[in-house]
Each structure stands twice: as structure tokens, then as C-alpha cells.
């Protein structure tokens, strides 16, 4: 019984490396020893032959729980490993979310950017704090559905993306609507120049708003000191 318990210990050592520490046999073991013990008291008190029969019955239920032994540790195992996948998958999912939340960041910074260079009379720090909001909310919403799947279910969260580029597409217009820039006649270049109404003009209108068109396509409202 030792050696096929000590053989059941190092299957499971060997197939179940993550459940392994739990089925050292020492249990196993313990009923072994009683076993042992209850064989050299009934040897000593002449009453073998009369036990035998409990003893064999002893033997094969120890040898039936050596095998279930095992089993139940690759069960044991097989649940960790599904576990495992399931975690995985779902910090897989997450990590998704955030490159996505970290994609509508870099477009909100970069309208900012955008917004500073030629709007600075738009108030984009109050403007840019309520798309940040929305950015900091879709996180938020992540981290929470991860820790909600920690210990069983799978992970889900739309981020809504729509929602954010809408924040960002609206701030970008109230800034051209509202947050008029300015430039010197010299910084315009070989820009096209319209007036509000769509006339183009060969000169800026100074004093008023013009529509810019740069060399690289870019249109800007500006005016024009």
C-alpha cells in the first residue's frame, strides 16, 4: 500500500503541479499506519486469522481511495487550468479595452493640442475636462468589470467609443464656431484666403475673421491682426 501510495504521490507530483502541494499523502498515510497498527495488535493478541477478512476489506478500500487519490487531483488540477484560462482571457479582454480607452485619449490630447495652436481664445482646459470625464468613466467601468469576474464569470464591457470621439468631434467644432484663433498676416504663407461668405481674397481681411486654407490642406478660422 506504501509504495503504491507513494507511486499515486508522484503521479500527482509529476500531472497536477498546481494542486500537488495539497496531496502530499499524508492522510493517505495515516491510514496506512492505523491499518498497520490494528494488524500487529490482532497478530499479538492470536486473533489474526479471525481478522483477516476485515483486513483484505481494509486493504482494497485503501487501495480504492489511493486511486480516487488521484483522480480527484487531476480534477482538482483541470479546474485551476480552466480557471486560469478563464482569468486569462479575461485580463486578455481587458487589456483590449484599455488600448482602445488609451486610443481615445491620445485623440482627445491631440486635440487639445490641436485646439491650443489655433484657438487659444477657446476655453479647451474646461472643454477637454468634460471629454476626460467620459474617458476616466469608460476606465473606471473597465476596472470594474474585471474585478467583478475575479473569481468566476467571463469578462464584458462595451466601451463606448462613439460617445467619446462625439465629445471630442463637438469640442473641436464649438472650438472653430467659437474659439476664434489668431495669426499675423506673415505667418499665412501661400495660404488661400476666404472670407466668411466664401469669396476668396488675395489679401486677409484684417480686423476680421477669414477662412485659411495652409499649403497642407489644413483649414483654419482665424483672425486676422
Do not use: W
Not at 474646461?126 to 474585471?146: G, H, N, P, R, S
Amino acid at each position: 500500500l506504501r509504495e503504491k501510495l507513494e507511486a499515486a504521490v508522484a503521479e500527482i507530483a509529476e500531472t497536477c503541479p498546481d494542486v500537488a502541494e495539497g496531496y502530499d499523502g499524508t492522510e493517505m498515510a495515516g491510514y496506512i499506519d492505523s491499518l498497520e497498527a490494528a494488524i500487529e495488535d490482532a497478530y499479538n493478541n492470536g486473533s489474526l486469522s479471525e481478522q483477516m477478512e476485515t483486513v483484505n476489506t481494509t486493504v482494497a478500500q485503501i487501495e480504492e481511495m489511493i486511486s480516487q487519490y488521484v483522480e480527484y487531483a487531476k480534477a482538482d488540477q483541470k479546474a485551476v487550468e480552466e480557471d486560469n484560462a478563464r482569468k486569462e482571457a479575461n485580463q486578455a479582454a481587458y487589456e483590449a479595452d484599455l488600448l482602445t480607452i488609451d486610443e481615445l485619449q491620445a485623440a482627445l490630447d491631440e486635440a487639445v493640442i490641436e485646439i491650443t495652436a489655433n484657438y487659444p481664445d477657446f476655453d479647451v482646459e474646461t472643454a477637454a475636462a468634460e471629454v476626460q470625464a467620459l474617458i476616466d468613466a469608460q476606465k473606471a467601468q473597465a476596472e470594474a468589470a474585471l474585478e467583478a469576474v475575479a473569481y468566476e464569470g467571463t469578462y464584458e464591457n462595451p466601451v463606448d467609443s462613439a460617445a467619446v470621439l462625439a465629445a471630442i468631434d463637438k469640442m473641436m467644432q464649438s472650438a472653430i464656431e467659437t474659439g476664434i484663433g489668431s495669426i499675423t498676416a506673415e505667418e499665412l504663407g501661400n495660404a488661400r484666403i476666404y472670407t466668411t461668405t466664401g469669396v476668396q481674397v488675395a489679401e486677409p481681411v484684417r480686423g476680421a475673421i477669414n477662412i485659411v486654407v495652409r499649403e497642407d490642406g489644413k483649414v483654419l478660422k482665424l483672425h486676422i491682426k
